[in-house]
């Protein structure tokens, strides 16, 4: 009788163990997620003003390196600097 008690102490540590590792996982991934959107749509915002600055500025050139600056910013998660920083703080879901 002793034996089946502690095997039934142990079972249920690992299922508690086990049932916080994936409610902890799901947090994580849940996170993770609605980073990737935020970062999608900071990126779709740097594009956007791409396609303006390509309207207004003769020098495509420049328009490229503002794009390429923008979604550096994006995927640094607003820690580079640039001149569109400004897609990052609208790109909150």
């Given at each position: ?29 849940a996170q993770e997620e609605e980073l990737d959107e935020r970062v999608k749509n900071c990126i779709s915002c ?48």
């Open positions: 009788m002793n034996c089946k008690i502690k095997i039934f102490h142990i079972f249920c540590f690992f299922m508690i163990l086990s049932f916080s590792l994936f409610s902890f996982t799901g947090v994580s991934i740097c594009n956007a003003k791409t396609q303006a600055c390509f309207n207004i500025n003769p020098d495509r050139r420049l328009c490229a390196v503002e794009l390429e600056a923008c979604v550096a910013t994006c995927k640094s998660e607003g820690e580079s600097p640039s001149e569109w920083s400004d897609c990052w703080s609208q790109s909150e879901p």
